[in-house]
């Protein structure tokens, strides 16, 4: 079938697996460009695996130390005249590449919050591996069951003492306008969101990893976040999602009494403003995104998801001297995003930008090609006219 791009909102609708296939291309050879990471990560659960954050952090432990993975993901392979999601492309080519590279690579698909695929992990870690000497918790979902007393959440986006209006833009059509969000309603709201979006299941995972003996002398974690800059607050870090990555962060010291008698070590990673499938369903989110891609790449600073994470692990996680950390104990991989000079400008293209300056003042371009990119579109190389064949595997889910 030929597979052209349907979206709906901030969703896009089909995902192509060859433009998904050259994209993991593409990172590994950045990966690969950036040269070997010195005792970096040799054994590598990456919970999250599939896209974003998560899969470019599978990359890296892969391609950037050899290292062998296994990916936790929910993704949906392709149906008759339906493709499969981006995220099950992107783990079919990463495991097609891992392979003839001769690196290990396994996945199992499921519900990474629930017990039972838990308990798989585990097994698959003690048949294949043994233990790990790193675990990546990068998921990103709106609903949660906990596994404990069966009861299901759903997080939401608002500001939490007064409506907050400002400007976003619609990406798609490049018309910018003011939204209005009004606040929550009650605490549960913010209770909601946290139990779907804080650190209780990734120390739910950590509990469990180290009672299966699974777990590695001297083993990391580390867990992704974002603070990003003021005139974001509102709706973000001081918003119910900020709710939810304040119980994230104040998990470390939890986790890192848990793995006190292994020498293992816990993190969050504050890392930069990108586009990924969570961030452009926030309000704000993209026009500051698109702003801020200008001015980054204007001074010629900026990164996408792959460089981020390839020199988070470089630059901070397997660091031979102490990993720096800000004064919460946070690795703050958004340095460049957040310094002064910066923000000044994007202020100020802020208080500027409208419908009719935005492809001038901003790189609105940049970002619709990094969503659809997410997507397998918008890929160079790829011709998009041809027919394809929708139905890949990711070929270790068959092996489990």
């Given at each position: 079938m030929i597979i052209q791009p349907r979206?709906?909102?901030?969703?896009?609708?089909?995902?192509?697996?060859?433009?998904?296939?050259?994209?993991?291309?593409?990172?590994?050879?950045?990966?690969?460009?950036?040269?070997?990471?010195?005792?970096?990560?040799k054994k590598v659960l990456v919970i999250g695996a599939s896209t974003g954050f998560g899969i470019a952090s599978r990359i890296t432990a892969a391609f950037g130390s050899g290292a062998a993975t296994i990916g936790v993901f929910f993704e949906k392979p392709a149906t008759e005249g339906k493709p499969g999601t981006a995220g099950w492309y992107n783990s079919a080519a990463f495991e097609n590449e891992a392979k003839e590279a001769g690196l290990y690579a396994k996945s199992i698909n499921g519900d990474a919050f629930s017990d039972e695929v838990k308990k798989e992990v585990i097994d698959l870690i003690k048949r294949d591996l043994g233990q790990v000497d790193l675990v990546v918790y990068s998921l990103a979902s709106p609903r949660r069951t906990n596994p404990k007393n069966g009861v299901s959440y759903a997080s939401v986006l608002k500001p939490i003492n007064q409506p907050f209006t400002d400007k976003t833009v619609d990406f798609h059509t490049g018309v910018v306008s003011d939204i209005s969000i009004q606040p929550i309603e009650n605490e549960e709201d913010i209770a909601n969101t946290v139990a779907v979006m804080g650190g209780e299941d990734w120390k739910f995972w950590i509990e469990d990893l180290k009672a299966a003996g699974v777990l590695a002398e001297g083993v990391k974690t580390v867990a992704y976040s974002y603070i990003g800059p003021k005139l974001t607050y509102p709706i973000y870090r001081n918003g119910t999602i900020g709710k939810a990555k304040d119980d994230l962060e104040a998990t470390v010291p939890v986790i890192n009494d848990l793995l006190k008698d292994l020498h293992g070590i816990s993190y969050v990673s504050v890392n930069k403003a990108l586009v990924t499938q969570s961030s452009s369903a926030i309000p704000v989110v993209p026009l500051y995104i698109s702003l801020l891609y200008k001015v980054m790449k204007e001074k010629g600073i900026h990164e996408g998801t792959i460089e981020q994470i390839q020199r988070l692990f470089a630059e901070r996680l397997y660091l031979d001297s102490t990993i720096p950390t800000d004064d919460k104990g946070r690795i703050r991989i958004d340095d460049l995003e957040m310094r002064e000079d910066v923000q000044e400008e994007v202020a100020k293209l802020w208080d500027q930008v409208t419908t009719e300056n935005l492809s001038e003042i901003s790189d609105i371009k940049g970002y619709r090609d990094e969503f659809f990119n997410l997507f397998g579109f918008n890929v160079d190389g790829i011709d998009y006219e041809a027919d394809t064949n929708e139905v890949v595997n990711v070929p270790s889910l068959a092996n489990n």
């Open positions: 979206t709906r909102g901030f969703i896009c609708l089909t995902s192509h697996p060859q433009g998904a296939a050259q994209n993991i291309k593409n990172q590994i050879e950045y990966v690969k460009s950036k040269g070997t990471i010195t005792d970096g990560p």
